[in-house]
């Protein structure tokens, strides 16, 4: 099975801050990479999907790049709502998603 | 609009059984794979089991292998998951989620039903 391992588990940041966060395949993926944002109780939102393509609706301060197996998304410009846990998620197999990190406001 | 929702979650005694549901509308269901996600309480996501747009193939992930059946009744619209013989380790939250059709990821969740299995 593909392991996906995502850093930071958790970070701190300011509001406006640029915050990134990594996600690593055990094994090659190509660019079969999602990433989902989940705030507390809720299900969570797909934001970008084929590693670097914003959903429709998702705000321009979200990007994603990568491809094989090191991957990175980006929140540009933190805002208040941007506040989560994100996850990243493979597609190439069986899915798998990463383990999780929680973005906390400083 | 689009949207997924679950039903069917409750307390159940382990080595009991249980089915969920998952009601969609707002697109064509019988054009698109489905899934069953869980997340513990305070844990990540997991994936559960996927099915076809037509029911013809179905995937599980090993921890829910020979326990659990995914199926789906596309004149109802209607995605299912039957739990068997359930533990302590599958309390969580189940949710069912659409594929986006030409890609793979997850693009429309429901919002989620909890399954709690204890004595």
């Known amino acids: 099975a593909i392991r996906m391992t995502q850093s930071p588990s958790s970070l701190s940041a300011s509001t406006g801050d640029r915050v990134t966060i990594t996600c690593r395949a055990s094994?090659?993926?190509?660019?079969?990479l999602a990433w989902y944002q989940q705030k507390p109780g809720k299900a969570p939102k797909l934001l970008i999907y084929a590693a670097s393509t914003l959903q429709s609706g998702v705000p321009s301060r979200f990007s994603g790049s990568g491809s094989g197996t090191d991957f990175t998304l980006t929140i540009s410009c933190l805002q208040s709502e941007d506040f989560a846990t994100y996850y990243c998620?493979?597609?190439?197999?069986?899915?798998?998603f990463g383990g999780g990190t929680k973005v906390e406001i400083k | 609009q689009v949207q997924l929702v679950e039903s069917g979650g409750g307390v159940v005694q382990p080595g009991g059984s249980l089915r969920l549901s998952c009601a969609a509308s707002g697109f064509t269901f019988s054009s698109y794979g489905m899934h069953w996600v869980r997340q513990a309480p305070g844990k990540g996501l997991e994936w559960v089991a996927f099915?076809?747009?037509?029911?013809?193939?179905?995937y599980y992930a090993d921890s829910v292998k020979g326990r659990f059946t995914i199926s789906r009744d596309n004149s109802k619209n209607t995605l299912y998951l039957q739990m068997n013989s359930l533990r302590a380790e599958d309390t969580a939250v189940y949710y069912c989620?659409?594929?986006?059709?030409?890609?793979?990821?997850?693009?429309?969740w429901g919002q989620g039903t909890m399954v709690t299995v204890s004595s």
């Open positions: 094994q090659g993926i190509s660019s079969y």
């Open positions: 099915i076809r747009y037509d029911g013809s193939n179905k």
């Open positions: 998620q493979q597609y190439y197999s069986y899915p798998q």
């Open positions: 989620a659409k594929i986006m059709g030409i890609y793979d990821a997850f693009d429309i």
